[in-house]
């Protein structure tokens, strides 16, 4: 109990840093924010009153403060470009982006859970040579790249979607998935062939245990060894890697709505960019940042439950 906490005071204390310095780096940029909104012929007296009415006349750090407790009442800040509340304006993107992130992470663990154990017990075979190279083609290509291909073949010729249309899954789930369902394998087949070939070292390095042998003395089979012994040890690299794998799945999802042409963050980041408008852009910065942090803390308490053997309470 003692390590989860320590490792909960340093989850909160990376958050802080993060936070900070998200914020600090849209500071020192050069540029004022309200030219961009009232135009370079706005006259001196506009612009001061529109800093102060931003806040943006008061010390950084005391924008700071206001601008992080405001995160604790769910009040992220005003958008330059849309005059609108951050967490309005964030919104419907995120919802977006959470579907593509989720599918894209569901689809990982489908395809490479399964194909990962069946190379491994039925290793050197002719399906395991010939997935093995397939996997180490899928593995090299870009999801961006991907994208493109998909676009073009399920959209341009075999017409099963629009390029560049999007269907909100409030107005029909089944047009929406079909939508939806092209980007998240986009993103997601490049991570599980990742997850594949490691999933397989993992087992076949097990396979060479003590206790394998042990078992096959004891009259049990491959499979049964695989089952109810070796997929627990050999699954924890694997965890860990899917801990880093959905940190970059949210990643390429921001990517691959651009190939795509989703509503998500990932658009709303990048004209947020050109825009200047840097409490929409550092509210995302956080958020992805804390992702990251969050997961792999989850992942590193998680192991207790999986392997008796790590000893978390020390």
């Not at 403060?65 to 995120?94: A, D, M, N, R």
Request: hydrophobic share 55%; charged share 15%.
């Amino acid at each position: 109990m003692r390590y989860v906490l320590k490792k909960l005071a340093l989850l909160l204390l990376t958050l802080l840093i993060i936070s900070l310095l998200a914020f600090l780096a849209f500071q020192v940029i050069p540029g004022d924010p309200t030219t961009k909104m009232l135009g370079s012929e706005a006259t001196p007296e506009r612009v001061a009153a529109l800093r102060a009415e931003l806040g943006l006349d008061q010390p950084v750090l005391a924008r700071y403060w206001h601008w992080l407790t405001g995160c604790f009442k769910g009040e992220l800040g005003l958008s330059y470009s849309y005059f609108q509340p951050v967490e309005t304006v964030l919104s419907g993107k995120i919802q977006v982006t959470a579907w593509l992130s989720g599918l894209a992470f569901l689809l990982v663990i489908v395809l490479a859970l399964p194909v990962g154990v069946l190379l491994a017990r039925f290793e050197g075979g002719p399906v395991d040579k010939a997935m093995t190279v397939l996997n180490q083609i899928v593995m090299s290509v870009p999801a961006f790249f991907i994208g493109i291909l998909f676009t073009y073949l399920f959209g341009l010729v075999l017409r099963w979607f629009v390029p560049g249309g999007y269907v909100s899954w409030r107005a029909d789930m089944g047009a929406f998935l079909r939508y939806m369902i092209f980007p998240a394998l986009a993103v997601a087949l490049p991570k599980a062939a990742m997850c594949v070939k490691l999933l397989r070292s993992s087992i076949l390095q097990e396979l060479d245990q003590d206790y394998v042998r042990t078992g096959y003395s004891r009259g049990r089979s491959r499979g049964s060894v695989l089952r109810h012994h070796v997929l627990r040890n050999a699954v924890i690299p694997t965890i860990t890697f899917l801990a880093v794998t959905l940190a970059d799945i949210v990643a390429g999802s921001i990517i691959i709505e651009q190939v795509f042409s989703l509503p998500g963050i990932g658009r709303l980041l990048l004209l947020s960019i050109s825009n200047r408008d840097f409490p929409v852009v550092q509210v995302i910065v956080v958020l992805i940042a804390s992702l990251v942090v969050i997961i792999n803390f989850l992942a590193d308490i998680s192991y207790q439950y999986i392997d008796p053997r790590i000893r978390l309470d020390r």
